[in-house]
């Protein structure tokens, strides 16, 4: 059976000039006539208001409703990404209602993505719902439910297939271009992202050296937190751009930092739960999260519905004999210099004072010579 179609699919689909293939479902029959017919995207559209159900037009359809058309969608669909329209009303309410809603489409019915009519108008509603690590599927132009505003008749137009005018069709570019403006800021496009922006959480001697490896794989930033002034200011020293986080609002504190952007690898290294949810979140559609940090328990847990949306590359640290002959390479290449990460040297009568000022947190690595 072939792959699942996910996102980052889809993207590298675009990005290799293949065609993109949808076609919308609204029940579980047509479902798996198209889905086994190899289509790339199942729709979910808002459309079975006007088709199934006799309606006028779709903006009598609700949330409720389309969470059941939803879900006999997705039981028909085994390979297929499914994307749902938001029906109209939550995202008109504001950005809160329209991620509940987006929580919901997602959680109750199965969506993999969910498309917005009208994005371009609602770019903080967008935004909410891509930072919670659903995909958006932004519509743009003449759509059942921005039509209203055109002065046009949906149903008349789909039975007349009267072409767009000229200033309908280039309205729709600004408004594409509008929405990529304000969600990524500063003009920014997804191709910028392969500029590999890197973000660590938590900065000891360990995510001090994660720093330093991280441009030494060629990251062009790095963005890293910590609750403690030194290892902000440290991590400073070492070219990141530091946050010193308390009081649970780190998640917000990078999201400023980061503009708005996704990181292309968040690297986990505090060994908490809540480290791995603020990594899955941070990173973009097909990037790669790194768990390195050593739970007090024997288990960690993951927001696995979030990484799998997203097609995250999920990876976990291991200390093996490969591992440590590279590590052994940077050092000796002088790619990474774990000396700068050392704040104290001491002797073994020392060795109490050493194990006291790790506990307290206090500097950065402190190491034990018999000579010194």
């Keep these: 059976m072939p792959s699942p179609v996910t996102v980052p699919a889809l993207q590298q689909m675009k990005r290799d000039g293949r065609k993109i293939v ?3 479902a609204w029940d579980y029959q047509m479902a798996q006539i198209v889905d086994r017919a190899g289509v790339d995207i199942v729709s979910v559209g808002d459309t079975v208001g006007i088709n199934l159900w006799g309606q006028p037009n779709p903006l009598e359809v609700t949330l409720d409703e ?19 329209d938001f029906p109209f009303g ?40 891509a930072r919670a690590g659903i995909p958006v599927f932004a519509q743009f132009g003449i759509t059942p439910q921005t039509a209203l505003q055109y002065g046009i008749d949906y149903n ?45 959480r938590k900065m000891g001697p360990i995510g001090q050296l994660l720093i330093r490896l991280a441009f030494a794989a060629g990251a062009s930033a790095v963005v890293a937190t910590d609750i403690l002034p030194h290892r902000v200011q440290a991590a400073r020293a070492a070219g990141a751009a530091a946050e010193l986080v308390d009081g649970g609002a780190e998640r917000e504190r990078l999201l400023a930092a ?6 292309d690898a ?27 940090g050593i739970p007090s328990g024997n288990e960690s847990v993951v927001p696995a519905s979030v990484l ?8 976990f640290s291991r200390r093996m004999n490969r591992v440590h ?23 073994f009568a020392a060795v109490d004072d050493a194990f006291r000022t790790a506990a307290r947190r206090e500097g950065g690595k402190v190491v034990v010579l018999p000579g010194a």
């Design 22 to 24: 949808g076609v919308v």
């Design 156 to 200: 008349t137009l789909l039975k007349t297939g009267d072409r767009l005018p000229p200033e309908m069709t280039a309205r729709m570019v600004d408004d594409a271009k509008r929405l990529e403006k304000k969600i990524l800021g500063g003009g920014m496009t997804l191709e910028d992202f392969a500029d590999q922006l890197r973000q660590v």
């Design 66 to 84: 389309m969470l059941v058309v939803c879900k006999a969608v997705r039981r028909g669909v085994k390979r297929a990404l499914v994307s749902v």
């Design 266 to 292: 968040a690297i986990e290294i505090a060994g908490v739960d809540d480290a791995i949810a603020t990594a899955a979140i941070l990173v973009r559609p097909g990037g790669t999260v790194v768990v390195a």
């Design 308 to 315: 799998r949306r997203k097609g995250v590359d999920l990876r």
């Design 325 to 347: 002959r590279e590590a052994i390479a940077l050092v000796a290449g002088g790619r990474v210099r774990p000396g700068e990460v050392v704040t104290a040297q001491v002797g």
């Design 258 to 263: 980061l503009g708005g952007r996704p990181v």
């Design 90 to 129: 939550p995202l008109q309410q504001g950005s809160q209602a329209a991620l509940a809603a987006a929580i919901r489409l997602v959680k109750e019915a199965g969506a993999d993505m969910v498309k917005l009519d009208g994005a371009a108008d609602f770019p903080d509603a967008v935004r909410a719902i």
